[in-house]
């Protein structure tokens, strides 16, 4: 069953559909690949799917132990490789001042965004250095 669709606009961009809510994504390649930089690009959309999969992992724990995971930020860096372009290293920093978490909770969270299906799908040769403040 289609899931999603995409339709390539021109001048490096596309657009994709998730069918279900309607909702776009626009990309745009970077200005030093050819592109404008006016949008996320396909690699910037494989950071934020690795975030966003290690936060909603961390969330449905949260949400079982009863912690508020609410305020929970992140700052992400991709770092990319030439010969053959290709993202290199992902580093991510989640940061939340004030968990009310155990010990173990918080080591129980920081599995469960290791071990999300984003972080497992990518090939071994991508470096993930995930850090928590929490």
């Excluded at 053959?84 to 173990?104: C, G, M, V, Y």
């Amino acid at each position: 069953m289609v899931s999603m669709t995409a339709i390539y606009l021109g001048g490096l961009r596309t657009e994709a559909t998730h069918l279900r809510s309607g909702n776009k994504i626009i990309t745009d390649a970077p200005p030093d690949n050819n592109g404008r930089g006016e949008a996320f690009s396909p690699t910037d959309l494989t950071c934020a799917s690795l975030n966003s999969c290690m936060m909603t992992l961390m969330g449905i724990l949260a949400e079982r132990e009863s912690i508020d995971l609410t305020g929970l930020t992140s700052e992400i860096v991709k770092v990319m490789a030439s010969n053959p372009r290709k993202i290199a290293e992902i580093h991510i920093t989640f940061t939340h001042a004030s968990l009310n978490a155990t010990d173990a909770q918080k080591e129980k969270l920081k599995r469960a965004a290791l071990t999300c299906p984003v972080a497992l799908s990518l090939s071994d040769s991508l470096v993930q250095k995930v850090e928590f403040n929490f």
